[in-house]
């Protein structure tokens, strides 16, 4: 609306794709950190992430361009919630449709997740978003894959549990995290 009244304002507007990374405290990175992970069952949806430096990246392309529009902010691919579970080494428990906004509610006000009832239609229906415009216009392009995003979170947080501080390489994955080189003159 803002756009529409005042069309002489650039307006760029970013929706990003769950934000995962080393840093990250957001509640779907509590959510592949907790002991027990619920789930719906029967379902398993497809996920996609956004790596907490490439939202930087994103950020900072929408900042200093003069492009107008909305731009979707997604990691490259998707994965499976089963395949996300499997990752984070946690146990699924699996609890059926019909009651399971209660359970999940139940377990919210136990403390025993940080995932709100209000949550549950996300681990149950397919939700991906197309970021082929902001490669087109904005000229944004992901460094990691969601699984990247999700395995840089896991990994953070199981080397914060024995101790350390700075986050590894993606286990593997193509592209390892690159450590921040400090301030960055932009001009």
Not at 69 to 76: R, T, Y
Not at 108 to 129: E, G, N, R
Request: hydrophobic share 45%; glycine share 8%; proline share 8%.
């Amino acid at each position: 609306e803002f756009a529409k009244d005042y069309p002489r304002c650039e307006v760029c507007v970013l929706r990003f794709a769950p934000i995962l990374g080393p840093n990250s405290t957001n509640v779907r990175a509590r959510y592949f950190l907790v002991g027990i992970i619920p789930k719906v069952l029967g379902y398993d949806p497809l996920l996609q992430f956004i790596h907490e430096d490439d939202a930087g990246a994103a950020s900072q392309l929408a900042i200093f361009s003069e492009t107008r529009g909305v731009f979707n902010i997604v990691g490259k691919g998707v994965l499976p919630l089963s395949t996300g579970i499997h990752l984070s080494g946690r146990f699924p428990v699996p609890v059926a449709t019909p009651i399971c906004k209660t359970v999940f509610s139940f377990g919210f006000l136990l403390h025993l997740w940080d995932l709100p009832a209000s949550m549950v239609p996300f681990f149950q229906y397919l939700c991906v978003a197309d970021g082929s415009r902001a490669a087109k216009v904005l000229g944004f392009r992901p460094r990691y894959s969601s699984r990247q995003a999700l395995k840089a979170l896991i990994e953070a947080a199981r080397l914060k549990s024995v101790g350390f501080s700075i986050p590894s390489s993606t286990l593997g994955e193509e592209q390892p995290l690159v450590p921040d080189a400090g301030f960055v003159r932009v001009n």
